[in-house]
Protein backbone atom coordinates (compact mmCIF):
# COMPACT_ATOMS: atom_id res chain seq x y z
CA UNK A 1 0.00 0.00 0.00
CA UNK A 2 1.06 3.50 -0.70
CA UNK A 3 2.43 5.61 2.44
CA UNK A 4 5.22 6.44 5.35
CA UNK A 5 7.06 3.10 5.99
CA UNK A 6 9.21 3.24 9.16
CA UNK A 7 11.67 1.09 10.27
CA UNK A 8 12.13 -0.24 12.66
CA UNK A 9 8.82 -0.73 14.41
CA UNK A 10 10.45 -1.48 17.83
CA UNK A 11 13.71 -0.77 19.47
CA UNK A 12 15.96 -1.12 22.80
CA UNK A 13 19.19 1.23 23.44
CA UNK A 14 21.60 1.13 26.10
CA UNK A 15 22.39 4.76 27.45
CA UNK A 16 25.06 6.32 24.92
CA UNK A 17 24.48 3.90 21.80
CA UNK A 18 23.25 5.43 18.71
CA UNK A 19 21.04 3.99 16.01
CA UNK A 20 19.03 5.67 12.81
CA UNK A 21 15.33 5.52 11.99
CA UNK A 22 14.17 5.00 8.65
CA UNK A 23 11.58 6.19 6.69
CA UNK A 24 10.61 6.06 3.10
CA UNK A 25 7.68 7.66 1.28
CA UNK A 26 6.42 6.33 -1.99
CA UNK A 27 4.03 9.35 -2.96
CA UNK A 28 6.08 11.60 -4.27
CA UNK A 29 5.62 14.21 -1.42
CA UNK A 30 8.32 17.21 -1.26
CA UNK A 31 8.07 17.50 2.07
CA UNK A 32 8.65 15.35 5.32
CA UNK A 33 8.87 15.37 8.82
CA UNK A 34 10.04 13.41 11.80
CA UNK A 35 7.70 13.87 15.39
CA UNK A 36 8.07 12.52 18.58
CA UNK A 37 4.80 11.91 21.12
CA UNK A 38 4.91 10.91 24.39
CA UNK A 39 2.59 9.72 26.62
CA UNK A 40 -0.65 11.93 27.11
CA UNK A 41 0.78 14.72 24.55
CA UNK A 42 0.79 15.53 21.32
CA UNK A 43 3.35 15.61 18.69
CA UNK A 44 6.75 17.45 18.79
CA UNK A 45 8.52 18.32 15.71
CA UNK A 46 12.11 17.45 15.72
CA UNK A 47 13.28 18.17 12.04
CA UNK A 48 11.68 18.55 9.06
CA UNK A 49 13.07 18.80 5.24
CA UNK A 50 10.39 20.76 2.89
CA UNK A 51 12.17 19.51 -0.30
CA UNK A 52 15.09 17.82 -1.13
CA UNK A 53 18.61 19.08 -0.01
CA UNK A 54 16.79 21.29 2.81
CA UNK A 55 16.51 20.25 6.19
CA UNK A 56 15.03 22.65 9.89
CA UNK A 57 14.96 22.26 12.93
CA UNK A 58 11.54 21.94 14.60
CA UNK A 59 10.54 22.42 18.24
CA UNK A 60 12.50 19.78 19.77
CA UNK A 61 15.79 19.43 17.66
CA UNK A 62 18.86 18.77 20.55
CA UNK A 63 20.31 15.21 20.68
CA UNK A 64 19.14 14.54 17.15
CA UNK A 65 20.55 14.73 13.17
CA UNK A 66 18.77 13.48 10.43
CA UNK A 67 19.29 13.00 6.40
CA UNK A 68 17.57 13.96 3.42
CA UNK A 69 18.83 11.05 1.53
CA UNK A 70 16.61 11.93 -1.39
CA UNK A 71 13.17 12.95 -2.61
CA UNK A 72 11.81 9.49 -0.72
CA UNK A 73 13.74 8.71 1.74
CA UNK A 74 14.73 10.78 5.41
CA UNK A 75 16.53 9.49 8.33
CA UNK A 76 16.67 10.76 11.97
CA UNK A 77 19.81 9.78 13.65
CA UNK A 78 20.46 10.01 17.82
CA UNK A 79 24.01 10.09 18.33
CA UNK A 80 24.45 9.36 21.67
CA UNK A 81 20.57 8.19 23.20
CA UNK A 82 19.66 8.94 26.58
CA UNK A 83 16.68 7.72 28.79
CA UNK A 84 14.82 11.44 28.06
CA UNK A 85 14.78 10.21 24.23
CA UNK A 86 12.58 7.13 25.10
CA UNK A 87 9.34 7.84 23.03
CA UNK A 88 7.37 7.20 19.85
CA UNK A 89 8.75 8.69 16.66
CA UNK A 90 6.62 8.91 13.73
CA UNK A 91 7.64 10.50 10.28
CA UNK A 92 5.35 11.55 8.17
CA UNK A 93 5.41 13.36 4.45
CA UNK A 94 3.19 16.16 2.37
CA UNK A 95 3.05 17.13 -0.85
CA UNK A 96 3.53 21.36 -0.18
CA UNK A 97 3.88 22.50 3.43
CA UNK A 98 -0.13 23.58 2.85
CA UNK A 99 -1.48 20.55 0.91
CA UNK A 100 -5.16 20.45 1.91
CA UNK A 101 -4.94 16.82 2.23
CA UNK A 102 -2.60 17.36 5.17
CA UNK A 103 0.22 14.67 6.21
CA UNK A 104 0.34 11.38 5.86
CA UNK A 105 2.14 9.46 8.75
CA UNK A 106 3.86 6.23 9.12
CA UNK A 107 2.89 3.41 12.16
CA UNK A 108 6.00 4.70 14.12
CA UNK A 109 9.17 3.71 16.04
CA UNK A 110 8.71 3.14 19.69
CA UNK A 111 12.22 3.22 21.12
CA UNK A 112 13.35 2.93 24.20
CA UNK A 113 16.36 3.51 26.12
CA UNK A 114 17.97 1.97 28.99
CA UNK B 1 4.19 29.20 22.00
CA UNK B 2 1.95 27.92 18.74
CA UNK B 3 0.98 25.25 20.25
CA UNK B 4 -2.98 24.85 20.45
CA UNK B 5 -4.89 23.94 23.39
CA UNK B 6 -7.35 21.82 23.31
CA UNK B 7 -10.64 21.15 25.86
CA UNK B 8 -12.00 18.63 26.30
CA UNK B 9 -8.76 16.55 27.28
CA UNK B 10 -11.15 13.52 27.38
CA UNK B 11 -14.40 13.03 26.62
CA UNK B 12 -17.17 10.05 26.79
CA UNK B 13 -20.62 10.10 25.16
CA UNK B 14 -23.25 7.44 23.67
CA UNK B 15 -23.03 6.24 20.11
CA UNK B 16 -25.68 8.06 18.43
CA UNK B 17 -24.59 11.45 20.19
CA UNK B 18 -22.24 14.61 18.63
CA UNK B 19 -19.40 14.74 20.46
CA UNK B 20 -17.62 18.80 20.21
CA UNK B 21 -13.55 19.30 20.73
CA UNK B 22 -12.31 22.58 20.66
CA UNK B 23 -8.94 24.16 19.99
CA UNK B 24 -7.12 27.20 20.78
CA UNK B 25 -4.11 29.12 20.10
CA UNK B 26 -2.03 32.18 20.58
CA UNK B 27 -0.74 33.71 17.82
CA UNK B 28 -1.85 34.07 14.07
CA UNK B 29 -2.10 30.89 12.06
CA UNK B 30 -2.19 30.17 8.17
CA UNK B 31 -3.90 27.20 8.12
CA UNK B 32 -5.05 25.01 11.27
CA UNK B 33 -5.74 20.79 10.32
CA UNK B 34 -7.58 18.26 12.51
CA UNK B 35 -5.84 15.04 12.71
CA UNK B 36 -7.47 11.47 14.33
CA UNK B 37 -5.22 8.77 16.34
CA UNK B 38 -6.31 5.35 16.61
CA UNK B 39 -4.79 4.07 19.82
CA UNK B 40 -1.56 2.72 19.16
CA UNK B 41 -1.45 3.81 15.48
CA UNK B 42 -0.08 6.75 13.11
CA UNK B 43 -2.23 10.09 12.60
CA UNK B 44 -4.57 10.34 9.87
CA UNK B 45 -5.56 13.47 8.52
CA UNK B 46 -9.11 14.48 9.09
CA UNK B 47 -9.58 18.31 7.50
CA UNK B 48 -7.67 21.70 7.10
CA UNK B 49 -9.15 24.81 7.39
CA UNK B 50 -7.24 28.17 5.96
CA UNK B 51 -7.26 31.31 8.01
CA UNK B 52 -9.71 32.75 5.58
CA UNK B 53 -12.47 30.07 5.86
CA UNK B 54 -14.47 29.56 8.81
CA UNK B 55 -16.35 26.45 8.32
CA UNK B 56 -16.01 23.42 6.42
CA UNK B 57 -17.49 19.63 6.05
CA UNK B 58 -16.31 16.52 5.38
CA UNK B 59 -19.03 13.94 5.79
CA UNK B 60 -19.83 13.57 9.55
CA UNK B 61 -17.40 16.46 10.35
CA UNK B 62 -18.19 19.68 11.03
CA UNK B 63 -15.22 22.49 11.63
CA UNK B 64 -15.46 26.06 12.34
CA UNK B 65 -12.22 28.84 12.97
CA UNK B 66 -12.66 31.90 14.62
CA UNK B 67 -9.51 34.11 14.27
CA UNK B 68 -10.37 36.68 16.41
CA UNK B 69 -10.99 34.72 19.26
CA UNK B 70 -8.36 32.36 18.08
CA UNK B 71 -10.28 29.25 18.45
CA UNK B 72 -11.30 26.15 16.35
CA UNK B 73 -13.72 23.46 16.82
CA UNK B 74 -14.21 20.09 15.05
CA UNK B 75 -18.00 18.59 15.70
CA UNK B 76 -18.62 14.99 15.13
CA UNK B 77 -22.14 14.26 14.79
CA UNK B 78 -24.03 10.29 15.08
CA UNK B 79 -20.62 8.99 16.76
CA UNK B 80 -20.17 5.81 16.33
CA UNK B 81 -18.29 3.52 18.26
CA UNK B 82 -15.43 3.21 15.42
CA UNK B 83 -15.07 7.23 16.43
CA UNK B 84 -13.28 6.08 19.27
CA UNK B 85 -9.77 7.83 19.40
CA UNK B 86 -7.20 10.82 20.18
CA UNK B 87 -8.04 13.96 18.10
CA UNK B 88 -5.33 16.53 17.49
CA UNK B 89 -5.69 20.07 15.95
CA UNK B 90 -2.86 21.37 14.49
CA UNK B 91 -1.57 24.69 13.08
CA UNK B 92 0.80 26.51 10.49
CA UNK B 93 1.84 29.43 11.82
CA UNK B 94 1.45 32.53 9.32
CA UNK B 95 5.23 33.36 9.80
CA UNK B 96 6.59 29.89 9.75
CA UNK B 97 4.82 27.99 7.46
CA UNK B 98 7.57 24.87 7.64
CA UNK B 99 6.67 24.01 11.05
CA UNK B 100 2.75 22.11 11.67
CA UNK B 101 2.44 22.36 15.58
CA UNK B 102 -0.17 19.84 17.35
CA UNK B 103 -1.90 20.28 20.60
CA UNK B 104 -2.21 17.68 23.06
CA UNK B 105 -5.46 16.16 21.96
CA UNK B 106 -8.93 14.97 23.12
CA UNK B 107 -9.33 11.82 24.28
CA UNK B 108 -12.86 10.77 22.55
CA UNK B 109 -14.76 7.99 23.96
CA UNK B 110 -17.87 6.42 21.99
CA UNK B 111 -20.16 3.63 23.67
CA UNK B 112 -22.59 1.45 21.85
Known amino acids: NAGVTQTPKFQVLKTGQSMTLQCAQD?????MYWYRQDPGMGLRLIYYSASEGTTDKGEVPNGYNVSRLNKREFSLRLESAAPSQTSVYFCASSETWDSPYGYTFGSGTRLTVV | SQQGEEDPQALSIQEGENATMNCSYK?????LQWYRQNSGRGLVHLILIRSNEREKHSGRLRVTLDTSKKSSSLLITASRAADTASYFCAMHGSSNTGKLIFGQGTTLQVKP
Open chain 1, 27 to 31: MNHNS
Open chain 2, 27 to 31: TSINN
